[in-house]
T-cell receptor, first 118, second 110 residues
Framework: GAVVSQHPSWVICKSGTSVKIECRSLDFQATTMFWYRQFPKQSLMLMATSNEGSKATYEQGVEKDKFLINHASLTLSTLTVTSAHPEDSSFYIC??????????????FGPGTRLTVL | GDSVTQMEGPVTLSEEAFLTINCTYTATGYPSLFWYVQYPGEGLQLLLKATKADDKGSNKGFEATYRKETTSFHLEKGSVQVSDSAVYFCALSLGTALIFGKGTTLSVSS
């Protein structure tokens, strides 16, 4: 199956700093990537939809100036958490959408990035 | 709004036991339904899906049937293995985005 990687897998930063998380589709191109956030024992919550070459679409309640998304190529989307605070500590997961033949429409997920803000 | 509810875990079973993880949904339209599995240290993987009522998705011995009348998509397996230990997520989609349940942790012991 298609492989999606995320980097870093975990990061610890001080409050007020910015953190960039990369999401790459390794063996396929993805015009659409998604960013999710997962709190402990909670479901994945969609934060934004990232489309290559255009601005991301954010879900209600997600601050676009806080969570900057760049989808500059068909294999890379980045999420930057700006001026991070402890409440931003979470597990961030990306997925890449594949549209194929036979009405195939599937998302492939990265392994996630654990962000801890001190 | 649209949502997915799945049974709370953890679910602890012995090897070869029968597994059921309940999932029900609320949706305004006619969603596609999915089960994803997350093994330790890995990303979510699609386990099976069903796109319309009465469809049965199956993979790796797991099955789930799309029941419109009960708005359910329960996951079953007749005989679990230790390697099935993971977190299982039920999800629905009415278009592009996926809406997930909270996940159910399955632990299988030998």
């Amino acid at each position: 199956g298609a492989v999606v990687s995320q980097h870093p897998s975990w990061v610890i930063c001080k409050s007020g700093t910015s953190v960039k998380i990369e999401c790459r589709s390794l063996d396929f191109q993805a015009t659409t990537m998604f960013w999710y956030r997962q709190f402990p024992k909670q479901s994945l919550m969609l934060m934004a939809t990232s489309n290559e070459g255009s601005k991301a679409t954010y879900e209600q309640g997600v601050e676009k100036d806080k969570f900057l998304i760049n989808h500059a190529s068909l294999t890379l989307s980045t999420l930057t958490v700006t001026s991070a605070h402890p409440e931003d500590s979470s597990f961030y997961i990306c997925s890449a959408r594949v549209l194929g033949r036979d009405s195939r429409d599937e998302q492939f997920f990265g392994p996630g990035t654990r962000l801890t803000v001190l | 709004g649209d949502s997915v509810t799945q049974m709370e875990g953890p679910v602890t079973l012995s090897e070869e036991a029968f597994l059921t993880i309940n999932c029900t949904y609320t949706a305004t339209g006619y969603p596609s339904l999915f089960w994803y599995v997350q093994y330790p240290g890995e990303g979510l993987q699609l386990l099976l899906k069903a796109t319309k009522a009465d469809d049965k998705g199956s993979n790796k011995g797991f099955e789930a049937t799309y029941r419109k009348e009960t708005t359910s998509f329960h996951l079953e397996k007749g005989s679990v293995q230790v390697s099935d230990s993971a977190v299982y997520f039920c999800a629905l989609s009415l278009g592009t985005a996926l809406i997930f349940g909270k996940g159910t942790t399955l632990s299988v012991s030998s």
